[in-house]
């Protein structure tokens, strides 16, 4: 590679790290534990308990009417999430801030199929 195209990689790879920087499992379940559930999101019931917490220190619930547990996550855009916080809450704020889709998945490096299926999920 040329100096120059060094360069431009380093600089390239560095914000990359910038602007993907995880957070920890404390700081994320820190994160979604300001969001406080008042009913199940499974069957709308307000009569809900505390049950400990998830792996990531997150807060659970037990819903006395379906019997299930759930977190935040549940029933949010954030359910069954497998990538870093920080990036899905990039993801968000580039989606509203109308940059097209192509533009998002060639900046960002993500699959095709990706995009669409977040945008499903949050819309």
Not at 23 to 33: R, V
Not at 63 to 89: A, K
Request: aromatic letters at 12%; glycine letters at 10%; proline letters at 6%.
């Amino acid at each position: 590679m040329t100096p120059a195209e060094m360069a431009v990689m380093q600089s390239h790879r560095s914000m990359y790290r910038y602007r993907h920087s995880p957070l920890s499992a404390k700081q994320e379940g820190a994160f979604f534990n300001g969001y406080v559930r008042d009913s199940c999101p499974f069957c709308g019931s307000a009569r809900i308990g505390g049950c400990g917490t998830d792996g990531n220190g997150a807060r659970r619930w037990r819903c006395h009417g379906c019997g299930r547990t759930f977190t935040p996550m549940d029933g949010t855009i954030f359910q069954g999430h497998r990538l870093p916080m920080s990036e899905r809450c990039e993801f968000l704020v580039q989606t509203f801030s109308f940059e097209s889709m192509n533009g998002l998945i060639r900046e960002e490096c993500r699959p095709k199929t990706t995009l669409p299926y977040w945008m499903a999920k949050l819309f």
